[in-house]
């Protein structure tokens, strides 16, 4: 499926192997400030399993005595989300639209498509993975012009 002339560049986003792009539509980033401490992740889990949410993906990190999660979850599990952490006393602390894209899973796809992106004056604030597949996860203050630059 690959044609001769991109032979050796990364292959994504239907350049050199027609992989699929990807954009999940109104997939939402949601910022949760835990304590950092054993069991705050699990908990996060828990909530959210029982709440019938699913965690499309996620990064955490600690600092200052505090773990920031960023929690991907589509549209129609956004406010069932928000409900769940507010009563487990995860209040929400951002949230916002993300767009996913779909990659393959080679050396070089992230330069590309964050190249593509760049050179459409797109500054990336957020990057992450998700589960299943290889898809990268982007926030910034213009999804828009993001999602146009990466479809042309």
């Known amino acids: 499926m690959g ?3 991109g032979a050796g560049r990364p292959k994504f986003l239907g350049t050199a192997l027609d992989v699929p792009i990807y954009h999940q539509v109104m997939t939402y980033d949601v910022t949760v400030i835990l304590d ?3 069991g705050e ?3 996060l889990g ?3 399993g029982a709440a019938g949410v ?3 993906g996620f990064a955490a990190f600690t600092g200052e005595g505090k773990g920031v999660v960023h929690v991907l979850v589509a549209d129609e599990g956004l406010e069932i989300l928000r409900d769940a952490l507010t009563n487990a006393g995860m209040p929400v602390a951002d949230e916002r639209e993300v767009f996913v894209v779909s990659v393959a899973d080679e050396p070089g796809a992230l330069g590309e498509v964050a190249r593509r992106l760049a050179g ?3 500054n990336i604030d957020l990057a992450y993975t998700t589960f299943g597949g290889v898809r990268l996860v982007f926030g910034t203050d213009d999804v828009r012009s993001a999602r146009e630059a ?3």
């Open 46 to 48: 828990e909530v959210t």
């Open 54 to 56: 699913n965690i499309d």
């Open 150 to 152: 990466l479809d042309s």
């Open 3 to 5: 044609d001769v002339a």
């Open 36 to 38: 950092d401490q054993p």
């Open 41 to 43: 992740l699990a908990r």
């Open 120 to 122: 459409a004056n797109v």
